[in-house]
């Protein structure tokens, strides 16, 4: 079973050479730690930059210079600014090459929720549903089940839904999943989990092919 | 140079009265119109609607407004770290219209450059989409947004010049230059007002035909929302 | 009977302290040259840049600093420089607070057309269907008629239309007039020139109400 | 940094064949990715269509792609200063199809951030609304309008950075940086090509996120076509 840091381990794989990313908040923002240092990725992040490097060292934090989550970052060479509808024109026109979010629920046909649950205080969207509605590649990492083991990979998503049929691969403490049209294939169990665990810990519709691989996240 | 400066926070909110829909620009405290938030409070104009990406905190930014009960509607994307916020909103006393930052954006956008409304597949599918016209472009589906309709814009840049050209730093730029010119008028606050002249004409990230009124602010406290440090 | 500059300097009367002007090619563009020394004027150019100034002295001319017209010019303290999407911003929003257009016809009800001559050449319409369609505050510089004689100030436009019910006033060679509910109404004879001269050269319903007086444009 | 730097313009060309469309900046002359022109014209793909506000002169701009009869159709707002291109238009050798000044910068812009289509005010009640929808917004009427779909784009600017980031200079920007991101592939050429971090992350007119390849042009001859001055 994998921790936050192994899911944002696992998906850091997914990140290619010459990729621009969007991560989300939480476990997505982890993944920055885990890319291969042999390729270059440039970090984009939706309140208007471009190219984000570390965060500051103590002292040298710039209260003009945050990401989405608010946090102080710095820049790397080549980073630009812009403005939020500039921001969203590389998002909504495709620009972004893989975006990464965490999920409450995914169902079998992509749909994800992630920013509502009714009788909750409701923060709002930000820009998670401009990013689902137009990213072309899009990886959720999530957590399996929730607290009471109840599955959150779903035929069907219970809360109000961020975006329709937008996933594409799902990271879990469990397991990597693709979302295909026939439901959700089995690529990789985490280390330790049997494919009897992962069926288990499924609602939708789980397509186990052949031998399923344990994952490597070394 | 048609000069736009003012010469005081009072002129910055000159006009603003009950029932007034404001745009403020900012992403949670950053690149926010501090000294006229603090001026709109002293102010008090009430039943407000105001939109802006995000709601401040307690005790900071929009929340400041919140304190006072000047506001009646807030249109943002995300208005978490605010207990008033959420106390008003769970009494019913505030009313929240919640929207994609994205589509937050480019209504602002369409404001400014005369679109009365644009297609986004943002919240296609969603609670966001209810009520709202749908449609097909190239097998992909969209929703119809309208442009906003705003009395004033208060927005913060980093430098300005007399003839209202704006200047912003890192991503204090944000919504702020989506809003110019999206309201009937625009009010500018800098931290650093300069001659006309002094600012490269290239370099101008709004010029001063947006902007109605500019002011530089007598304080700026920056507030940092999430101080987040590495070890050296 | 005015001349172009004539024309001009009677436009130029019309430019306010405080406004935003964009001048369209031709008898538009000599309007500046007569604009009150005491007011504050700025002049936006559509491919992209306000605060124009007067034309480069010879030798300090820049191929990169040009007007619509493509014409090398000069800008003054406070200009800046902006693209097309954001000029048309401009126009479309209307934040520019004066068009000066020339044109071929305008009709009663404040329709121009400017652009096109079936049969001969179209070089396009520019931005010209922009600025008609979206500009609250349109002053037409035209001559009154043909130069066979025949009037270009008609009931109904005869060729292909630019924008519709657009044009505010109109300053010809002839006259000065507004386009009004009711049609055109005489507001200022040129100097020398007769109603009766006006009335002839004008197709569309002309409203003469009271005295004329003769225009001032010293 | 992801490097967008090419180390010729015969790669920057590369991937361009007949019956592709182009987007090419430029207001006049001025502005036109000039190097990138003279290798299309070298390369000989045939058919193309070009959308670019003005189709050049004779003998410079676009004007040399029409020389060769490699363009099949123009959409442009304005084609004058051009006797083969009147040639070939009159005697119907090239479709040209008119489209006003900001609709043509916005149809850009469209493409590149991602709106299928947009209502604009322009040319409704005229030729161009013809085949058009065309709608009502709070009592003004509107035509629909879509996004341009193109192969390449080529743009000029005055600065770039190895990231791909571009900063132009004056009217040189006019419609450049509409048309980057708004085609498949973006090809800038710039007059001086820094390494990244040379430039101001704030002073950036469009992130390198927009553009594929990125050169330094080898000449520029920056015509003028209208030299206007005045006295002493």
Not at chain 1, 87 to 114: C, P, Q, Y
Request: aromatic share 6%; hydrophobic share 40%; glycine share 10%.
């Amino acid at each position: 079973m994998l921790d936050k840091n192994g899911i944002a381990k696992r998906i850091a794989r997914e990140v290619k050479d010459g990729y621009f990313v969007n991560l989300g908040i939480g476990i997505p923002t982890l993944v920055a730690n885990f890319v291969r240092e042999d390729i270059e990725v440039e970090f984009q992040s939706e309140n208007g930059v471009l190219g984000m490097g570390p965060f500051p060292f103590e002292g040298e934090e710039d209260a003009d210079i945050i990401n989405a989550g608010k946090q102080t970052i710095t820049t790397l060479p080549g980073a630009s600014f812009f403005d939020s509808a500039l921001s969203f024109a590389m998002i909504r026109g495709k620009h972004v090459d893989l975006t990464i979010l965490g999920a409450m629920e995914v169902s079998e046909n992509g749909d994800i929720a992630n920013w509502k649950i009714p009788g909750k205080m409701v923060k709002g969207m930000g820009g998670a549903m401009d990013l689902v509605a137009s990213a072309e590649n899009i990886i959720v990492a999530m957590m399996h089940t929730n607290k009471r083991g109840a599955s959150k990979i779903l035929k069907k998503c219970t809360l109000p839904i961020t975006g329709l049929g937008c996933v594409k691969k799902i990271v879990t403490n469990l397991a990597v999943l693709d979302v295909t049209p026939e439901g959700f294939q089995l690529i990789e169990r985490a280390p330790g989990v049997s494919v009897e665990e992962i069926k288990n810990a499924t609602e939708g519709n789980l397509i186990i092919k052949g031998e399923i691989p344990e994952m490597k996240i070394a | 140079m048609i000069n736009k400066k003012i010469n005081s926070v009072e002129e910055a909110v000159a006009g603003v009265t009950d029932n007034m829909t404001l745009m403020l620009g900012g992403f949670g405290l950053c690149g926010i119109p501090e000294n006229a938030i603090a001026e709109l409070v002293k102010l008090g104009a009430k039943n407000l609607t105001c939109i802006s990406n995000n709601a401040g905190v307690d005790d900071f930014g929009l929340g400041l407004l919140l304190q006072q009960r000047q506001i009646k509607k807030m249109i943002s994307s995300y208005v978490g770290e605010n207990d008033e916020f959420e106390r008003q909103m769970l009494s019913g006393e505030l009313d929240v219209e919640l929207t994609p930052q994205g589509t937050l954006a480019e209504k602002c956008r369409a404001a400014q450059a005369g679109f009365p409304a644009f297609y986004t597949p943002a919240g296609y599918g969603t609670e966001v989409a209810e009520g709202k016209e749908s449609r097909e472009f190239n097998g992909k589906m969209y929703i119809l947004e309208k442009a906003f309709e705003a009395d004033f814009a208060f927005v913060k840049a980093w430098k300005g010049d007399e003839a209202g050209n704006l200047i912003f730093k890192g991503t204090a730029r944000n919504f702020n230059p989506c809003m110019c010119g999206a309201a009937k008028i625009t009010v500018a606050e800098v931290e650093e007002l300069v001659p006309a002249g002094e600012l490269d004409p290239n370099q101008i990230h709004i010029p001063g035909i947006f902007v109605q009124r500019i002011f530089q602010g007598a304080h700026y406290e920056k507030r940092i929302e999430q101080r987040t440090v590495r070890q050296r």
